[in-house]
């Protein structure tokens, strides 16, 4: 194995925590399709495959480097959004979390001087800095227009944002 046991098991416990998010993503979009709010459903299901997508790096990632995949149980969502703002502040509060434990993963990694999941993991710092400012834009923007004007929300998904 390339990686230490310790860097192995916050790396599997990640591929939980992404599809644990997509999960809870995929609630969110099931809860904006129940509003006819189409634009703000696709936004959370392309966000879901998103997490899926960052769960399957870490996947990849610890079968090339020769360790062990331990996909930990993924905990349920939760199904009740009360609104919009809510729902986007669930995002926030989730890519803030991904992003300490990222650092948490890079910490290790220069504490280990383990160089390789310092480079793998300067990807995943970028990708967070996307997220957190992406899903910040859209709260304020939620906050904003108010509940009663989520159809404004959806005319700005439209134009491509």
Same mark, same amino acid.
């Given at each position: ?16 925590? !992404? ?11 099931? @809860? ?17 495959? $998103? +997490?899926? !997508? #960052? ?5 990849? #990632? ?9 996909? &930990?149980?993924? &905990?349920? &969502?939760?199904?009740? %959004?009360?609104?919009?703002? $809510?729902?986007?502040?669930?995002? %926030?509060?989730?890519?803030? !979390?991904?992003?300490?434990?990222? @650092? ?7 504490? $280990? ?11 995943? %710092?970028?990708?967070?800095? !996307? +997220?957190?400012?992406?899903? $910040?834009?859209?709260?304020?923007? %939620? ?15 439209? #134009?491509? +944002?």
């Amino acid at each position: 194995m390339q990686i230490s046991k310790t860097m192995s098991d916050l790396m599997n416990a990640q591929i939980g925590n !992404e599809l644990g998010a997509s999960n809870q993503y995929l609630q969110i979009s099931a @809860y904006f399709d129940a509003q006819a709010l189409k634009k703000l459903a696709g936004l959370f299901k392309k966000q879901a495959d $998103e +997490e899926r !997508e #960052h769960a399957m790096k870490f996947f990849d #990632h610890l079968n090339e480097v020769g360790a062990t995949v331990n996909i &930990p149980a993924i &905990p349920a &969502p939760k199904y009740d %959004v009360a609104s919009a703002e $809510e729902a986007f502040k669930m995002a %926030v509060a989730w890519e803030k !979390e991904v992003t300490k434990q990222v @650092y948490t993963m890079v910490d290790l990694a220069i504490q $280990e001087k383990d160089y390789a999941s310092q480079n793998y993991l300067q990807w995943f %710092v970028a990708e967070q800095v !996307e +997220e957190v400012s992406s899903m $910040e834009t859209y709260l304020q923007i %939620v906050q904003r227009a108010g509940e009663k004007n989520l159809l404004m929300m959806e005319a700005y998904f439209s #134009h491509g +944002e």
